[in-house]
T-cell receptor
Framework: RKEVEQDPGPFNVPEGATVAFNCTYS??????FFWYRQDCRKEPKLLMS???SGNEDGRFTAQLNRASQYISLLIRDSKLSDSATYLC?????????????FGSGTRLQVQP | DVKVTQSSRYLVKRTGEKVFLECVQD?????MFWYRQDPGLGLRLIYF???????EKGDIPEGYSVSREKKERFSLILESASTNQTSMYLC????????????FGPGTRLTVT
């Protein structure tokens, strides 16, 4: 099983829709998780962190389900500018927790 | 604002050439990383460094080496470029072990012909 798995999409949704992506991870000892956003032909940037209690930032909500080993990202009231690839990220547990494992990403296309 | 810069946005090299990709960060970060990104495969870690002159192999180090002589600069070297090393190369830096936000450079699109 891959360390981090995501549905590649694309998810095509109309403006104003609510969309959710899941990401599964293999190591049950993982404690923290992250969502990065990558616009077309740009570098990834941190979108939000996901801790045990979940996290909400405006229209974006990230949640963690430890029992089933997945994290989710919910986007409400989608905007055209939300079109991007969303990368699920898990810190490696060894060596030294210095590196991150990136999922291959879920592509979102918001249509007018 | 953290800034990570990479020496070239686009590079075309011939098979067998030695290729140097340079990355510089201006925020005194300890950790620096090199990834390659390919469609369907996502970001794959090549090498990382957690201090000057220190390096660790990532998931796909074969055919690559790195150099970190100064804290702000991390170089990726393709000893003898091959066509399967055609890819987007992304450099990143991060402050410390518990600081998980990684800052990426704009990437270098390398084509090996």
């Amino acid at each position: 099983r891959k360390e981090v798995e995501q549905d590649p999409g694309p998810f095509n949704v109309p403006e104003g829709a609510t969309v959710a992506f899941n990401c599964t991870y293999s190591n049950s000892a993982s404690q923290s998780f992250f969502w990065y956003r990558q616009d077309c032909r740009k570098e990834p940037k941190l979108l939000m962190s996901v801790y045990s209690s979940g996290n909400e930032d405006g229209r974006f909500t990230a949640q963690l389900n430890r029992a089933s080993q997945y994290i989710s990202l919910l986007i409400r009231d989608s905007k055209l500018s939300d079109s991007a690839t969303y990368l699920c990220v898990v810190p490696r547990l060894n060596p030294g927790r210095r590196a991150l494992t990136f999922g291959s990403g879920t592509r979102l296309q918001v249509q007018p | 604002d953290v800034k990570v810069t990479q020496s070239s946005r686009y590079l075309v090299k011939r098979t067998g050439e030695k290729v140097f990709l340079e990355c510089v960060q201006d925020m005194d970060h300890e950790n620096m990383f090199w990834y390659r990104q390919d469609p369907g495969l996502g970001l794959r870690l090549i090498y990382f460094s957690y201090d000057v002159k220190m390096k660790e192999k990532g998931d796909i180090p074969e055919g690559y080496s790195v150099s970190r002589e100064k804290k702000e600069r991390f170089s990726l070297i393709l000893e003898s470029a091959s066509t399967n090393q055609t890819s987007m190369y992304l450099c990143a830096s991060r402050l410390g072990v518990l600081e998980y936000e990684q800052y990426f450079g704009p990437g270098t699109r390398l084509t090996v012909t």
